[in-house]
Nanobody, 121 residues
């Protein structure tokens, strides 16, 4: 499989929207997730989606605002982020887990390089 490559980050005002993309060639059978890491903080799970795209999980902090999806025909995973808040500011990472779904909060072994999201007040 190829590397995981994120894109779509940027600078946005509070209340705005962004859509992150993850190129994920060769990971169609993997569960996929988005994690984020803010300055001086640890990496936290944001959302995950099953290999078949049928099930998704969201952190409470983003539930109702973010939507994870995937299009295996396009080898891509997306994170639609609406009503962004300053506390969403972080580097967002695409992650792949070698199973049909994540087991608890444990990330998979495959990571992208990250894309920066900055939300201003």
């Amino acid at each position: 499989q190829g590397p995981l490559v994120e894109s779509g980050g940027g600078l946005v005002q509070a209340g705005g929207s962004l859509r992150l993309s993850c190129a994920a060639s060769g990971f169609n059978q993997y569960a996929m997730g988005w994690f984020r890491q803010a300055p001086e903080k640890g990496r936290e799970l944001v959302a995950t989606i099953n290999g078949d795209g049928a099930g998704a999980y969201y952190a409470n902090s983003v539930k109702g605002r973010f939507t994870i999806s995937r299009d295996n025909a396009k080898n891509a995973v997306y994170l639609q982020m609406d009503n962004l808040k300053p506390e969403d500011t972080a580097v967002y990472y695409c992650n792949a887990y070698y199973a049909s779904s994540y087991q608890g909060q444990t990330p998979g072994n495959y990571w992208g390089q990250g894309t920066h999201v900055t939300v201003s007040s």
